[in-house]
């Protein structure tokens, strides 16, 4: 299984961003996909994450702001970004988690796309 990141770049405050993350390879099922981002010395944390078992969840700093979306049928996920403030730059990594057609269950990472947001 492989994800592959795209979306990020430059934005000014206020802007919008759309951030998608396709899964490719020997997939059976996707149960949770997410967003997550992460800053020079810290953790990864969680931005958005939707979930067969657990719904959607967003991080309180980004309710009202950020939209997490699926397609199913492209194994894709979706993160519109709106009304970017600077501190939203940050790498942003999606996981996706499932299982293969061998079931075999998975979670992966994509490679990280990097969104930064002038003032």
């Known amino acids: 299984v492989q994800l592959q990141a795209s979306g990020g770049g430059l934005e000014q405050a206020g802007g919008s961003l759309r951030l998608s993350c396709v899964a490719s390879?020997?997939?059976?099922?996707?149960?949770?996909m997410g967003w997550y981002h992460q800053t020079p010395g810290k953790q990864r944390e969680l931005v958005a994450r939707l979930s067969s078992s657990s719904g959607t969840n967003y991080a309180d700093s980004v309710k009202g702001r950020f939209t997490i979306s699926r397609d199913n049928a492209k194994n894709t996920v979706y993160l519109q970004m709106n009304s970017l403030r600077p501190e939203d730059t940050a790498i942003y990594y999606c996981?996706?988690?499932?299982?293969?057609?061998?079931?075999?269950?998975?979670?992966?990472w994509g490679q990280g796309t990097q969104v930064t947001v002038s003032s």
């Open positions: 390879g020997n997939i059976l099922r996707i149960n949770g």
């Open positions: 996981n996706i988690d499932g299982l293969t057609r061998s079931f075999v269950p998975f979670n992966h």
